[in-house]
């Protein structure tokens, strides 16, 4: 069977699914393949799976605090991990649902099957039915990425296992080695340290999270070292060993080689775009190493031919992919639009959550600008202590000829939900004068981020002055 439409979209991830929406609000005909379920690794292997296990794990950790509260639980509380896999499958199962009615509503055309070029504007889908053709006037490339694995001996042994394969173990392990100290590592050491696993870390640059702010990384790294989480920083594996039914990880570290025992090795150094069996090279369709490379409105280099998500190897974040999606439909149905990546929120969904917008210190610092920096710790707001969350701090950078807001960094509950007050004062260019001149509601975890901008301006007026008795 041939199917003529207005835009063809390879995958229905957060990207695919979103760039189908948009176009059909632009009036287009839609046809979207997918040989799995809609909502990409996002929705089904996750952003929403790891954070229903990092709740799960976050509420037996309050409970296991609750006389600090007043509360006295009789008893022992003990975390029920198939309960745990089952509300998370629950989750993910309403989510999907729903995806797929906002895609029959708007008139999309879901064909399930696997999608490959066969001319720069045909599709031929290998799907359960049979082979279906797609002919299209323009085409949305969103397949995706998927965990890399790391080229060393024993990484293909049983119980090393990458990010996909950690959200549905069988049960919590005793002990788990993590081998990547990046937001994905940090994750999954919240949920199994939290759970009772003894988590290792192992990273082979110098902190966690080394694409965020330091302050946020070593304020991370003091948090999770209390809660029992070991970390090995500018250290490497160099090998796994199967050795008597356990794993044992063959570790370089500055201070000499180590062994670390383990029942399962994570692996979590990152992802790799999907751009095998395309049919890529046969259009023409330019790939590098990272990715298929697209310009601000998510073209290729084959006019007609647009790359959204993690397949294009930038930036690798859903929000990314959905407002890629967008920019290449309008872009794709004579409209004009560009993808703006000057105020993209960053997140890790730990405990105490990690969000960073904008530059970092040492990057505004590179580019040559003269700093105020604005810092406030969770101790001093009135919210986080009421809430035994008082771990954590905001930090505002900020240029010291207007005051421009240049980034953002909150080691704090919720700092992916306080994050977006620094993505708009940046995307409006706001400056610390705006910041402070917005009144804050009181007691609210958002009034740091006021106080931080008053501490850039040297006038917080909830820390004590310097050199005052």
């Known amino acids: 069977m041939t199917h003529q439409t207005d835009i063809a979209i390879l995958g229905a991830g957060p990207g695919g699914y979103v ?12 046809t979207l393949v997918e040989e799995d379920a809609v909502g990409g690794v996002c929705l089904n292997r996750g952003c929403i799976p790891t954070k229903a296990l990092l709740r799960s794990a976050q509420v037996y950790r309050l409970v296991q605090e609750a006389d600090t509260f007043g509360l006295h639980i009789e008893g022992s509380v003990t975390p029920d991990w198939n309960a745990i896999q089952s509300r998370k499958q629950t989750i993910v199962r309403r989510l999907v649902r729903g995806v797929d009615v906002l895609l029959r509503k708007a008139g999309v055309q879901v064909i399930q099957g696997r999608g490959r070029f066969v001319g720069p504007r045909s599709i031929e889908v290998s799907a359960p039915t049979g082979t279906e053709h797609i002919e299209a006037q323009n085409v949305i490339i969103a397949t995706g990425s998927r965990p890399a694995r790391l080229p060393l001996p024993g990484m293909d042994l049983p119980g090393v296992i990458d990010s996909t394969q950690c959200l549905s173990l069988e049960e919590v392990p005793s002990r788990l080695l993590i081998v990547g100290g990046g937001v994905v590592g940090v994750e999954f050491a919240s949920i199994y340290g939290a759970l009772g696993s003894d988590v290792t870390i192992v990273e082979m640059l110098d902190r966690l999270l080394p694409q965020m702010d330091t302050d946020l990384a070593s304020g991370l790294a003091r948090t999770l070292h209390q809660r029992g989480i070991h970390s090995h920083l500018s250290s490497r594996v160099t090998q796994v060993d199967l050795i008597e039914g356990a794993l044992k990880a063959a570790v370089i570290t500055p201070e000499g080689a180590a062994s670390i025992d383990a029942d399962q090795i994570l692996v979590a150094v990152g992802r790799r775009p999907n751009v095998e069996d395309l049919g890529l090279e046969a259009i023409g369709v330019r790939v590098e190493k990272s990715g298929i490379p697209v310009d601000a409105q998510m073209q290729t280099n084959v006019p007609g031919v647009y790359a959204i998500g993690d397949v294009t190897g930038h930036l690798l974040l859903a929000h990314v992919a959905m407002e890629g999606g ?33 530059l970092t210190e040492a990057q505004a610092r590179d580019a040559g600008h003269t700093l105020q920096i604005g810092r406030f710790p969770l101790n001093a707001n009135g919210k986080a202590l009421t809430y035994g969350e008082a771990h954590g701090f905001v930090k505002i950078v900020s240029d010291t000829r207007f005051g421009e807001v240049l980034g953002m960094h909150i080691l704090a509950p919720h700092a992916s939900d306080l994050i977006h007050e620094g993505a708009l004062a940046m995307t409006l260019e706001a400056t610390l004068d705006e910041l402070i001149a917005t009144i804050h509601g009181h007691p609210a975890l958002g009034e740091a981020v006021h106080e931080a901008a008053m501490a850039a301006r040297g006038e917080a007026l909830h820390l004590p002055r310097r050199g005052a008795s």
Do not use: F, I, M
Not at 19 to 30: F, I, S
Not at 326 to 345: C, D, F, I, M
């Open 326 to 358: 967008k920019v290449a439909a309008e872009n794709a149905l004579g409209h004009t639009a560009r993808l703006n990546l000057s105020a993209v929120p960053a997140c890790a969904y730990t405990d105490p959550e990690v969000a960073s917008v904008g």
């Open 19 to 30: 760039a189908a929406l948009r176009a059909t609000q632009l009036d287009a005909r839609v």
